[in-house]
């Protein structure tokens, strides 16, 4: 059987943190869907907060301490990542995108991501496609057609809660491993965060 390694970055700050548990569930869904196809995988999570003291002194710097090279090359060196960013002030947080400048240039040219977020209102949920999918792009990354926004209620009971986050979860997972495994991408369906283009996301916000 073979394997595949997952680097699972989290860019919450709390303990716990929402973007922590979206992560979780992000990587069970994964390798749920990788294990329908008799594929096993190693995952490695990382909380960039342990991090952000060497990423900070490698923005000054430009030299990754021994703990940051080692997530760095980790990262480098993945099959597929899962990323997953608190939202402030509309868009990815500073830790988030500081590790990712950090990053050789080109280094993710090519690499399957899945992009996540959470935030304190389904409203938030446009930073992915304006602001982290934006990013990935110009990493020359792939990413999923599919991301996942995890609101407060998402946490909750009933169909407006979990249940609805794990279907857009193993939706966007089944896409991540797609790319991964280099099979076409299929339509799975509605009810996760849509790529949309520009005009479509100023209308949809009033303006």
Same mark, same amino acid.
């Given at each position: ?108 040219? %090519?690499? *399957? !991501?899945?992009?996540?977020?959470? +935030? #304190?209102?389904?409203?938030? &949920?446009?930073?992915?496609?304006? /602001? ?49 495994? %280099?099979? *076409? !991408?299929?339509?799975?369906?509605? +009810? #996760?965060?849509?790529?949309? &283009?520009?005009?479509?996301?100023? /209308?949809?916000?009033?303006?």
């Amino acid at each position: 059987m073979s394997e595949r390694k997952i680097v699972v970055i989290s860019a919450g700050l709390g303990v716990p943190s929402s973007s922590r548990m979206l992560a979780d569930r992000l990587a069970a869904s994964t390798a749920d869907q990788f294990r329908l196809q008799g594929v096993e995988t190693e995952i490695q999570l990382v909380e960039l907060r342990d991090y952000a003291v060497d990423i900070a002194n490698n923005m000054v710097t430009g030299y990754a301490g021994p703990k940051l090279d080692e997530v760095l090359k980790a990262t480098v060196a993945a099959d597929a990542l899962i990323v997953v960013t608190p939202v402030f002030s509309a868009s990815y947080s500073g830790l988030f995108k500081s590790f990712f400048d950090v990053v050789e240039p080109r280094a993710l040219a %090519g690499k *399957p !991501v899945l992009m996540g977020a959470a +935030g #304190g209102s389904a409203r938030h &949920s446009l930073a992915l496609d304006y /602001a982290v999918r934006p990013l990935f792009s110009y990493l020359r990354a792939r990413t999923v057609q599919t991301t996942v926004f995890a609101a407060p209620e998402d946490w909750g009971a009933g169909e407006a809660g979990t249940g609805g986050l794990s279907e857009r979860s193993d939706r966007a997972a089944a896409e991540l491993v797609d790319l991964v495994q %280099g099979a *076409p !991408v299929t339509e799975r369906g509605r +009810g #996760g965060v849509e790529s949309k &283009s520009f005009e479509e996301i100023l /209308a949809s916000v009033g303006h």
